[in-house]
Every structure is written in C-alpha cells, then in structure tokens.
C-alpha cells in the first residue's frame, strides 16, 4: 500500500479556477428514474495566478518542515516501489486482483439510476468476488488504478464534465433561467449523475478493505 500523506513543499496555496467554453451537459432524469450524461466537449482550464494565496509556515525552521512533507527522492521511491510490484513474478496474482477490480468498475459504470449501497450493484458471484479481493495480501491495496487503465480514462472524463456541468448551471442561473431556491437541487441531481459511479466504485473498495480487515483482527 502506498501512503501520500504529506506533499513537496514547506507552504500551501489556494488557486481560482477559470473554465472556458465549458457547456454543460445536463443530468437527464427520464420517468423510469434512470440518470444519463452526454460526453463533455473540449474545454480549457486555467488558473488565474493574481488571486493565489500563499501560507508560510514561519514557526518550524526549514529542517523541521523537511521531516513532514515528502521530497522528490520519496516520491521517487514511491514510483519504484509500484513498477516493483507491477512487474513482480507473483503475474499470476496480480491477474487475478485485475480482473477482479475491472469487474467491479464495469458493475458500477453500469447502474444508471440513484443507488446509495454499492454492493447491491453486484450480482451474487460479484459479491463472493468482493470478499476475495484482498484476500491472499493487501500489497495491491491502493494500485487499484493502476492496474486497469479504464478507471484512470473515466476519472478524467468525469472530472472534466463535472466542472462542464458546474460551470453551465451558474451561467444559467447568472442569466435568471433558475429559481434560487431550485438551484440547489439542480447542482445536486445534475452532479450525482457524473459522480455516482467512482463513488461506488471507492464503496466498494472500502467494503472489501472493511472485510479483510475484519478477518485479520
């Protein structure tokens, strides 16, 4: 398991975020209560430097701040260290854990209506799968996108039509198209309908994690 608790700097900053030619592409909630979403259109992001913020940490001398926050030799190692186990001998394992995690994305990727349980995506094989997933090691845990490459091209797709969507739903309101007291609800069904699947996906990792941890106590 790799951690990435601390960053490379001794200070922190705070950007604004600028989209241009952001369109959103709206939730639809069709009568059978199924959510949709359109592929985002090409946008670019920008960040405006002038409203940066930067917080120095003034108390601990620079030799302290260095014990906190990780260097570029540690993460480094940290690169290592995934190659190491992504090309170790135990192939076989690793197949395994990977067929497995696509699975499971692929369950979620499918549900297309509100569900707040992740595990009632699955079917029952799913389920016996899940509760095998971290079964022989842990040393997987948190390579689960690395090893399948849809995930990391989903995260991407999502992010930008997220902000898409975002971005739309404040034009509309700056244009007087929604009530105030409806702007809300329109964010929130708007936004679930990007955003659900990783977050069932991250559910169902973290029930399996829950699951193996319960074993070892």
Not at 10 to 39: C, F, W, Y
Not at 69 to 90: H, P, V
Not at 93 to 104: N, W, Y
Not at 114 to 135: G, R
Request: aromatic share 6%; proline share 1%; glycine share 2%.
């Amino acid at each position: 398991m790799i951690e990435a608790k601390r960053t490379s700097s001794d200070h922190s900053a705070r950007s604004t975020i600028s989209v241009e030619n952001a369109l959103k592409q709206p939730a639809h909630h069709h009568a059978s209560g199924k959510m949709s979403k359109k592929s985002p259109r090409q946008r670019r992001v920008h960040f405006r430097e002038s409203n940066n913020i930067v917080y120095r940490d003034n108390v601990r001398v620079r030799d302290e701040c260095d014990q906190t926050w990780y260097k570029d030799t540690d993460y480094c190692q940290f690169r290592n260290e995934i190659r190491g186990i992504l090309t170790s001998k135990d192939s076989k394992s690793l197949q395994a854990f990977k067929e497995v995690v696509a699975e499971l994305f692929a369950a979620t990727q499918k549900v297309d209506y509100e569900l707040k349980h992740a595990t009632k995506a699955l079917s029952a094989d799913q389920k016996k799968q899940l509760k095998k997933l971290y079964k022989s090691s842990t040393k997987y845990l948190g390579l689960e996108y690395e090893v399948v490459d849809a995930i990391t091209n989903d995260i991407m797709q999502q992010r930008a039509e997220l902000q898409q969507v975002v971005r739309d739903i404040q034009r509309e309101v700056h244009e007087g198209l929604w009530r105030k007291k409806d702007v809300r609800v329109e964010f929130r069904d708007s936004c679930v309908a990007v955003t659900q699947a990783p977050t069932l996906f991250a559910q169902l990792l973290a029930v399996a994690l829950a699951k193996q941890t319960c074993k070892q106590a």
